[in-house]
DNA sequence: TTGCCAAATGTTATCGATATCATTTACAAC
DNA sequence: GTTGTAAATGATATCGATAACATTTGGCAA
């Protein structure tokens, strides 16, 4: 029994160390073996991945990290991921990253500003090669932070022309003002809107503020503004729905929802109550989910461009940070999707 | 102008250096300081703490974890995020690692072991706190290296009595043994199955063979199994729906299918062909999803306790972060909700 | 005043890799 | 056999923190 006087590494695993020991070579050799750089001969990488290989020899990461002052791990930070829209976002985004060797490290911010600044300061001190934010609007201090960081900061969903570094995202403003103007073109006067606390989603608050200006503009006015519920489930719209349709005096012929999932319990709600839509009433969602592909009664709505929102937002950041110059505000188009809950108002 | 030779962060971040040098003592002081570990006088502390939030200085996770040969990170693999099952597992994680301090990093399997193989590996480079895997099915090679790696680690979502370390899940063959002989005391006798492709969801798979048990012993049988979706989505179940109603020989008194937003699609699919459910057929789901809330004609379903599993998980993998002993496995009993589209039949 | 002990503070080795620079080797040309 | 040069290989400093041990300081008893 030879008396190996090398310590064992810490955590169990082999190190670069034991690789090179077997190999009898040094670290370095062990490090251009594995990385696949020149500076070593053909037939010693060989035989030093090979060692590797029968040892489960794989870097620590963190400590490559250290050493390059850098990591490979992308902060994403999503409001939340049910609804799906920011999990097909990420969907889109994941096979770029993985691809080029990035592994993602996800927060909830529950659309807390206060939550973002926090995750942000925590992220920056992994080092990451990349950071990922939902929408255009966050606290000073985190566009700061970010800003003196040097890292490469992807916005997503939202777009604004000047955005901390990369930004990918579509205008909800005149998302919602071009869903306004079809609705006043089909002779809608008098909406209600079904959607979550104000301030909570600053999107959707923009949304409506495009629709509630091409109402105006076309001498309409919101009759109902319901802004109580918590989540954007089935469940609040149904709720929202039928305590907006039991409780106000004017009447709206529309309703326009946050998104198609609200709009789909508005839907059941107003079957429940007895309503015919879009006879008695109309309905309009937003994002163009995937329940409306099996309605028999599909909903009118706007269809964004997620999966290319997720594809083009991570190509252009992984590109910024390869080095690469990029286009650092892209806005997509969203179109109108034209179902059975609107028709036609006599007037 | 003081010539300052100490060279700055490569990062530009300020180092633990910086600060003891701001403030006059050892980078041990201000390690301590920031800490809060003893070893320091009141007053110093106080001090170093108010320089280090002056020049913004916040300590170097990858540093410490290589120190401390282990970091903060809890690995996540979950198959999808979409459906809302892992997303609400994840979801009901999230409070119990925040409030821990770990940082969570996500991995999509899209069902794939050598995915989640290749993952293991990956994460154990970064020598994460811990690691969550869903269900008990992985490769050979996937169970060595995690009972090699000390790692703790929990099984989520499905259960086996033999977990690599930690399990929280339900029982899916007798689960769907269960609904099996509740649609069987109902007097339905020829099922059939809409799911996706065999093998890529092993429980889904299992309450397939829990609820053919139940159908074989009470004198039934499948006669048709509908398995060439790839995913789960409303849309899937739809177009499953119709091929099998369209295509099979012997029609089925009821359909089970695996999840309730396949037997929603199912449910429309049935409309649009004009069968009235539950008199023409039954429709059967799982997992008690949030769309059966505002359906007029409630989906008869079997609730899945995602939250209770991920937050019990959470706290188990946690307590045996920090050296707790805690229960090995844990069962989750799972409910039958009685909908309205499955009835008793005439016989 | 001296000596002792505990608290405060500092010094050095370490975690596991890579960058940089130094040294050795191999081989061609003379 | 020299010599020169490029390729192969190795030694050491470094990334930014913490652990372990060493030293200093302050206060109190003798």
Redesign the pocket.
């Known amino acids: 029994m030879s008396d190996k006087t090398e ?1 064992a ?3 169990g ?1 082999p ?3 034991d690789v090179a020991e077997k190999a ?6 062990v ?2 073996a ?2 696949g ?6 037939a ?1 990488r060989e035989e030093i991945l090979k060692i590797a290989r029968s040892i489960g ?4 990461r ?3 990290s ?4 850098s990591s490979n791990l992308i902060g994403v930070s999503v409001p939340t991921l049910f609804g799906t829209v920011f999990a097909e976002i990420y969907d889109a985004m994941r096979g770029s990253f993985e691809k080029a060797g990035f592994a993602t490290v996800i927060d909830i911010t529950d659309y807390s500003s206060t939550h973002e600044e926090a995750w942000v300061e925590r992220m920056i001190s992994w080092r990451p090669a990349g950071l990922i934010l939902s929408g255009v609007d966050h606290s000073e201090t985190t566009r700061e932070r970010l800003l003196k960081s040097n890292i490469p900061v992807l916005e997503i969903w939202d777009h604004t022309p000047n955005p901390i570094d990369l930004c990918v995202g579509i205008e909800h403003l005149t998302t919602g003002a071009q869903m306004g103007k079809y609705l006043t073109g089909l002779g809608y006067k008098s909406p209600a809107y079904v959607g979550v606390r104000q301030g909570k989603d600053a999107r959707a608050d923009r949304r409506l503020a495009g629709l509630s200006k091409s109402f105006v503009n076309a001498g309409g006015a919101f009759v109902h503004i319901e802004r109580s519920s918590n989540d954007t489930s089935f469940e609040s719209g149904f709720l929202a729905t039928t305590k907006l349709l039991n409780s106000v005096n004017d009447k709206p012929d529309v309703i326009c929802y946050l998104n198609d999932n609200m709009a789909f319990g508005g839907l059941m709600a107003c079957e429940r109550l007895g309503l015919s839509c879009p006879n008695d009433l109309g309905i309009v969602g937003y994002n163009g989910l995937n329940i409306n592909k099996v309605l028999q009664k599909r909903i009118t709505t706007s269809i964004t461009p997620r999966r290319k929102m997720g594809e083009t937002g991570a190509q252009n950041l992984i590109a910024k940070i390869l080095g690469a110059r990029v286009k650092h505000s892209i806005s997509l188009p969203v179109d109108i999707d034209i179902g059975q809950t609107t028709c036609v108002q006599s007037s």
Chains 1, 2 share one sequence.
Not at 24 to 29: D, T, Y
Not at 37 to 42: D, K, N, T
């Open positions: 310590k590494s810490s955590s695993r190190r670069i160390e009898n070579v040094s670290i370095m050799s490090s251009r594995m990385r750089v020149e500076g070593i001969s053909q010693k020899y794989y870097p620590n963190v400590a490559v250290l050493a390059a002052s």
